[in-house]
């Protein structure tokens, strides 16, 4: 049995038990959905199907990959059905012989005028697309890692461990002196350690650069760690899963500076404080906004977030009021305070939990670094 | 005036003639649209208002970036509304008056969910998300690009351009061995030459991986132009534009190799030989696909496509059906012929073009290169 079977019985259970007969995947450009892959190993561009009665029909669209990769009762390539969606779907429910009447399930991320569409063209059956059916199973399944891909992220860690060894390293003799260099060393030390490469585009911005949340553009020529607050956010991406951390660079502080670096750390140890199992993501998030307004400061962005195949799962770290993410083992997430200011630069530490029976495991090692 | 009024002009003008009161872009995760970027200047996360009494209201998530990089005649940051686009929709059009009743144009790209969440919450107004509306008006205004912008893929292709040069001789020399070196070189010199970075994730594939499309990983430390077919696809973003050509490697080919080159080159000169004013897009892909099927051969993505802001814009250069773009001037757009073959290796070879009044002008200059 390969590591796709358990995942694809919870969702054929639910499928069971929700009488589902047919659910859809898409894997698109514009409408991204790694769960094609943690259900068939196929990481590229496909519609996934998923019968009532137990079987799985993926449509590539380069189906040389899929070959070389995916797994599936059954693959045929999309050219077949001149990559339109509803033209696959419409056909794949034929020959998978589905009642009409039934309920098929698309993606909630599916727009409105394509929901239109299917509608139009799938007439003989109950066509489904919502958040809180098949999307929001999946998301709970997902942010919950099962044994294989909690070995993924134990590698996956040591390797983002030993590059922030090296980057401090680096930046400490002076062989990084830009954000380029900092940037084109993760990208080759993730490489050489095994990863498919960085997990998202690294950010690497000098003090000049990190008053905002995300640099534009995440990284250029220009000087790193010198006197002020540098941030580098990265993430080295082994067998599909990212790691996600940030360093903050500190040299030549002002008092200002200081203070940011200092509440930072300060909220990180308050949420790794908080964060164990049945805790509500919720409340860290707000704890850790509480601590900054008594500084007069604001986080712009949440606390944290899930992470995986994709850079942003589940389960959510924010205060937003529609956020019941209750902690639990096997959730591997950020903590990732952050403080911003337009003149004097930013300061972000973050780092990726996992969640075990026995409380929270801190897997990686960013921190802040004074020069 | 900025190089954004007459743009908004535009789009206020079609307002009129349309009576849409309010028009909303999104740029956001999951919902990239650099619409935003093109009437503003604001290279990240945002919503972006239109009114039809010519007003923008730009409600950024980080308001750092939008005072560096923004145009905008208000600018409230995300976090007033939580960062949640009905509450920020509801507040900007109580914010300019708009009177109940009136339409008000929503993304095409929005979930069917979270359109009936806004129809739920703005029910004092007329909501519309078509594909053949604002949108459609978008497209077409972006797909014809302006002075500014053809200033900038003119420098664009210039720095590219001398990249490929480079990355010939340094192939040529044998210091470029691995995808690493080749994705390595194209990420430091397109920096070193002004631009962002890179226009997208750069696509180096060696003989043992060029059978597909789009090779995932995208790069490795895998060995590059040895004996067989390599592909190498990237592009340089320059102010926020992407360049985007493939430089296939050719070297001891086989005979089934050099006939997959010999097709490609032949497509690439049929579908130049056609691209001109008033040439339907839809007919030159339909004659090279034409082209192929004579050599028994089929290309499985299409002939071409726009390029801008988005590495994939308008007009689109394929055969589907309902492709009814025809060329004119100031379009600039791929064409990239491409065969792949599971045991063989693929090839693909392709160009950026500008239409002219006087027809067509190839910006770029990559080649299949014989080693």
Redesign the interface.
């Known amino acids: 049995m390969n590591q796709y079977q358990p995942r694809l019985e919870k969702l054929f259970d639910w499928m069971a038990r929700e009488s589902v007969t047919l659910a859809v995947f898409e894997d698109a ?4 959905d790694q769960t094609v892959r943690y259900l068939t190993g196929q ?2 561009d496909a519609l996934l199907f998923l019968s009532l009665d137990r079987k799985t029909v993926l449509v590539p ?5 899929a ?3 995916a797994h599936a009762d059954m693959i045929i ?1 999309y ?1 077949e059905f ?3 969606p509803h033209k696959a779907i419409t056909a794949v429910a034929e020959m998978l012989g589905i009642p009409a009447g039934s309920k098929i399930e698309i993606p ?6 394509l ?1 239109l569409n299917y509608v139009g063209e799938l007439t003989d059956f109950d066509i489904l ?3 809180r059916g098949l999307a929001a199973e999946v998301k709970k399944i997902r942010a919950v890692k099962d044994d294989e891909e909690i070995k993924i992220y134990r590698k996956a860690a040591d390797i983002t461990n030993a590059l922030i060894g090296l980057l401090e390293k680096n930046t400490r003799s002076g062989k990084i002196k830009t954000e ?1 260099d900092a ?2 060393l993760i ?2 030390e993730a ?2 350690g095994g990863c ?2 960085t997990g998202f585009e690294t950010l690497a911005a000098g003090p000049e650069r990190s ?4 640099a ?6 220009s000087p790193f760690a010198g006197p002020g607050l540098s941030i580098l956010d990265f993430g080295v991406r082994l067998a599909g899963y990212t790691t996600d951390v940030t360093l903050t660079f500190v040299r030549e502080a002002n008092s200002r500076q200081e203070k940011l670096a200092g509440l930072v750390e300060k909220a990180a140890k308050l949420s790794l404080s908080m964060a164990d199992n049945g805790a509500p993501a919720r409340g860290i998030a707000s704890a850790v906004e509480d601590l900054f307004a008594k500084a007069k400061k ?1 986080m ?2 949440a606390l944290g977030h899930g992470i995986g195949l994709e850079e ?1 799962e589940y389960p959510a770290v924010s205060k ?2 529609d956020n019941e993410w209750i902690l639990e083992p096997g959730m591997i997430f950020t903590l990732e305070p952050g403080l ?1 200011d ?1 003149l004097h630069g930013g300061c972000r530490l973050e780092n990726d939990i996992l969640m075990t029976e026995t409380g929270p495991e801190v897997l990686t090692e960013a921190r802040i670094i004074r020069l």
């Open positions: 450009g514009g409408r991204r990481p590229g669209w380069d189906i040389n990959m070959k070389a990769y390539p050219s001149e990559r339109l909630p991320v599916t727009p409105y005028p929901f697309c919502r958040e380029a940037a084109l990208e080759v490489r050489r498919e490469g008053f905002g949340i995300h534009y553009p995440a990284w250029t020529d604001r712009p962005h942003h937003r009021p911003y337009p």
